[in-house]
């Protein structure tokens, strides 16, 4: 079975992976990248950490996480030097993630010059957007000109899910439709017919959409022209807020769930409305997302926030029995991995499906070796 490195290269960090066939062989993450406390000095240096922990003989290829790939990238992408211009290029785009997403490709071609590197783009999936969930309503030479439009995020995330519920249900991906709700520090929902991507909340940067740790998602544009006309602010001063400073941390000064529970159990106004406000944006894109795809035969909760948090689960779908989706609250509240959380015989079933982006990053880097192998 081929050996497949896994690399997701953030600006402080390295998380890595390595499989032999579907079987994950090692994983860990080198962290503290370039800050000054005795972390690596660079990328390069937490690259040969990572060659000093994981035997990299007979490697069949490199697959690395790239965030934004633009409307160029619709696929898999094996690595060439004009793959990585054009996805410089897209830097505007993802000021915060392809930089480091570069250094780490750039470096793992630098150690590994033999092995073939593949770029797997988050915004891949979200390439099947029809027009009308792609394009925003604003004048749109300027839009063609600034690449203004719905790229979304999470989509290797999506992908995973959305075809291993068809798998846990027993159907063709083709026939199944799916809501995926990628519930982590970032957040994002999806709606997936057949396989497809035919919207999701995430937009021209990962801001848009639902509440995250830090994030704003959804607001009105003209917040930023109000805080730069009536308080002085500078743009990058209205980034930091809606980047870093807003989401659940700006509600309640906590960004981890578990802490804003915690605080919400015992009585804290504060976080009582950063979790009523969390869920009700969820159920929004539930809601909206039903009545696009017409059939639902599946809700799927994923990642961190998701996969661990029953209370977000049920607050998140309270109110929506009447389009045919309950949380059953003993399911909910108990089990692990890949289950079902809906009572028996409800139109919708509700699951919980633990994400493996690392696994999707391989799948797809084997396909693209395999048909360069036979091209």
């Given at each position: 079975m081929a050996r497949i490195l896994v690399l997701n290269c953030g600006s402080s960090s390295l998380k890595y992976q390595l499989f032999d066939?579907?079987?994950?062989?090692?994983?860990?993450?080198?962290?503290?990248?370039?800050?000054?406390?005795?972390?690596?000095?660079?990328?390069?240096?937490?690259?040969?950490?990572?060659?000093?922990?994981?035997?990299?003989?007979?490697?069949?290829?490199?697959?690395?996480?790239?965030?934004?790939?633009?409307?160029?990238?619709?696929?898999?992408?094996?690595?060439?030097?004009?793959?990585?211009?054009?996805?410089?290029?897209?830097?505007?785009?993802?000021?915060?993630?392809?930089?480091?997403?570069?250094?780490?490709?750039?470096?793992?071609?630098?150690?590994?010059?033999?092995?073939?590197?593949?770029?797997?783009?988050?915004?891949?999936?979200?390439?099947?957007?029809?027009?009308?969930?792609?394009?925003?309503?604003?004048?749109?030479?300027?839009?063609?000109?600034?690449?203004?439009?719905?790229?979304?995020?999470?989509?290797?995330?999506?992908?995973?899910?959305?075809?291993?519920?068809?798998?846990?249900?027993?159907?063709?991906?083709?026939?199944?439709?799916?809501?995926?709700?990628?519930?982590?520090?970032?957040?994002?929902?999806?709606?997936?017919?057949?396989?497809?991507?035919?919207a999701t909340s995430m937009g021209l940067s990962p801001l848009e959409g639902l509440v995250m740790g830090t994030r704003s998602g959804d607001l009105d544009p003209a917040i930023v022209f109000h805080l730069e006309r009536v308080a002085g602010w500078s743009t990058a001063e209205v980034d930091r807020l809606l980047n870093q400073r807003s989401g659940l941390v700006g509600l309640c000064g906590a960004g981890d769930m578990r802490e804003v529970l915690r605080r919400r159990d015992d009585g804290d106004p504060a976080a009582r409305l950063a979790f009523d406000v969390y869920c009700a944006r969820i159920r929004f894109y539930v809601g909206g997302y039903y009545a696009l795809l017409g059939r639902v035969d599946a809700i799927v909760f994923t990642a961190g926030v998701g996969e661990n948090a029953a209370a977000v689960r049920a607050g998140a779908l309270d109110g929506l029995g009447q389009l045919g989706v309950l949380v059953d609250p003993a399911r909910n509240g108990g089990g692990s991995g890949e289950r079902l959380i809906s009572p028996d015989g409800t139109p919708v079933g509700v699951w919980v499906i633990p994400t493996d982006e690392e696994y999707e990053i391989a799948s797809q880097t084997r396909a693209v070796l395999r048909e360069s192998a036979s091209g």
């Open positions: 066939g579907d079987r994950v062989v090692t994983r860990g993450i080198v962290e503290r990248i370039g800050e000054p406390d005795g972390g690596p000095a660079d990328h390069a240096a937490a690259l040969r950490l990572v060659a000093g922990r994981v035997d990299l003989a007979g490697l069949a290829g490199v697959g690395h996480r790239v965030v934004h790939g633009g409307v160029r990238f619709a696929e898999p992408t094996l690595v060439t030097d004009q793959v990585v211009d054009e996805i410089e290029r897209l830097v505007p785009l993802a000021p915060l993630h392809n930089p480091a997403n570069l250094t780490g490709i750039a470096q793992a071609r630098r150690l590994l010059p033999a092995v073939p590197q593949v770029a797997v783009f988050d915004t891949a999936f979200h390439q099947t957007l029809p027009p009308e969930q792609a394009t925003y309503a604003i004048d749109a030479d300027s839009a063609a000109r600034y690449g203004i439009r719905r790229y979304g995020f999470h989509g290797t995330s999506h992908a995973y899910v959305s075809r291993r519920t068809a798998a846990v249900l027993g159907l063709e991906l083709a026939e199944v439709n799916t809501i995926t709700l990628h519930l982590g520090n970032g957040a994002s929902a999806c709606a997936v017919a057949g396989g497809r991507s035919v």
